[in-house]
């Protein structure tokens, strides 16, 4: 057991996310003002003085570097830019100060360059809308979101509440005269409803929200095996240009162990289904470091996804939440796939890249397999503006269901402020009247 002490709670918190990423959580243990801890941190400097002078002692222990160095908070692009926007030369803080690698500097330059072609500045009046459906066919094993086995009468009961909740959205809209840019039906997996259900909410969704300032509207199928040709007209009929069909792995054995309960061929159909219907643009996600996987496992399953043709394709790499079944099952995975989680994301940039997509936005988790991140690729053209926004975090998003959190932007100050629903959704839709509140009270 390492020791290590620190001055107080903040650098002890700051320096114990970074220890996290060198070790096991029961392989150190971090003290404020312990003096005969292997090593002493003193106070004075700041959160990234004590983060380099724990790397350094880290670093020795275990003889690795870390890719994204002390960086722990989870938006290097937003930084990047802001960097880039005062003035500074991103690279050089990143690298002098932060010890972020040149792979992953130059990944941050791509992202960047890709994002300047994307409509900037957003108005104020124009906001991005969430609708979340909290229901899935099963729970997947890392899933930490708000997820319930889907029962008919449990999301009739769920859209009654989440209709009112949206009215009083545009209601309040109105009040501000603010317009949807974008919209994003996620969850959950909202193709998880039946086909009349999905009418009634998306086409309620289109009739309240969509305008000819609306530039995206995105609906999650998440789940191959929930697609059908049906829903697919459905979600056409109401607007949406955009759809998620989330493979995770082409490989049976661990869609098997992962508790996905679909196949690699249903993959395929969904693909092929969505094709025909003409649905504009497709994104898959695929997730690096998933149990058992090889790094020539996720060679096979990115280059069959690309076979697939979709505009979009995501990476994310495994993040172990304290809300998931994996973190009591394997709760080691994430340190034990790191070095194939390194090797996996360099295959996906030089396959992607070979394919014609380009980067072009990215996120960091916390708990994620060798604190490495997740990327979104696109052919170019296809970006999508709701997740560009939801990085840089410019934008007011409104978000309606369980388990949503809406963020709203002061452009003055630079700052959001976050306005919660329940994410428990038998107690959203008992408490749907003063979910409504929060909302006009925390919304301007
Ligand atoms: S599909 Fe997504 S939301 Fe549903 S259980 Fe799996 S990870 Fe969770």
Not at 300 to 309: C, E, N, R, Y
Request: net charge negative; hydrophobic share 35%.
């Amino acid at each position: 057991m390492y020791s290590i002490s620190v001055p107080d709670e903040k650098h002890k918190y700051h320096v114990g996310e970074l220890a996290k990423m060198f070790l096991p959580e029961d392989a150190f243990c971090i003290y404020v003002g312990q003096p005969d801890a292997e090593l002493v941190i003193g106070a004075g400097g700041d959160y990234n003085d004590s983060k380099r002078r724990a790397y350094a002692f880290f670093r020795k222990i275990t003889g690795k570097d870390l890719d994204w160095g002390i960086l722990t908070g989870v938006r290097p692009g937003k930084l990047y830019n802001e960097l880039k926007a005062r003035g500074e030369d991103p690279e050089t803080v990143l690298k002098e100060t932060y010890y972020v690698s040149d792979e992953k500097i130059a990944l941050l330059r791509r992202v960047s360059e890709s994002q300047q072609t994307v409509k900037r500045s957003p108005d104020p009046k124009a906001i991005g809308l969430y609708v979340g459906i909290p229901f899935c066919p099963t729970r997947c094993q890392y899933c930490s979101f708000t997820s319930n086995p889907y029962q008919r009468d449990a999301s009739d009961a769920y859209l009654t509440a989440l209709l009112r909740e949206m009215e009083a959205v545009r209601k309040l809209m109105d009040r501000q005269g603010q317009t949807a840019e974008s919209i994003y039906v996620g969850g959950g997996t909202p193709t998880s409803l039946e086909v009349d259900q999905l009418r009634l909410f998306l086409n309620r969704v289109r009739d309240l929200f969509v305008t000819d300032s609306t530039v995206e509207f995105t609906v999650e199928g998440g789940r191959p095996e929930t697609i059908t040709a049906e829903k697919l007209t459905v979600i056409q009929e109401a607007g949406a240009g955009r759809i998620s069909i989330n493979p995770q792995s082409m490989k049976q054995r661990t869609l098997d162990l992962i508790g996905r309960k679909h196949s690699p061929q249903q993959i395929r159909e969904a693909f092929a289904l969505a094709q025909q219907a003409g649905i504009g643009i497709v994104n898959a996600d695929l997730i690096t470091g998933l149990p058992e996987e090889t790094p020539e496992d996720f060679r096979d399953s990115l280059s069959g996804v690309i076979t697939l043709g979709p505009e979009n394709v995501t990476v994310h790499t495994l993040a172990v939440k304290k809300a998931s079944r994996m973190i009591e099952e394997d709760p080691r995975i994430a340190l034990r796939q790191a070095d194939n989680v390194r090797q996996m994301l360099q295959d996906a940039d030089r396959m992607l890249t070979e394919a014609g997509f380009e980067p072009y936005y990215m996120y960091r988790q916390k708990h994620m397999a060798g604190n490495f991140e997740n990327v979104g690729w696109c052919r170019p053209g296809t970006a999508s503006l709701y997740n560009i926004r939801i990085m840089e975090e410019d934008q007011t998003i409104v978000a309606m269901g369980a388990g949503a959190i809406s963020k709203v932007y002061f452009p003055a100050e630079n700052r959001l402020e976050r306005v919660p629903n329940v994410s428990n959704y038998q107690i959203y839709i008992e408490r749907i009247d003063e979910m409504i509140a929060r909302k006009e009270a925390g919304i301007q």
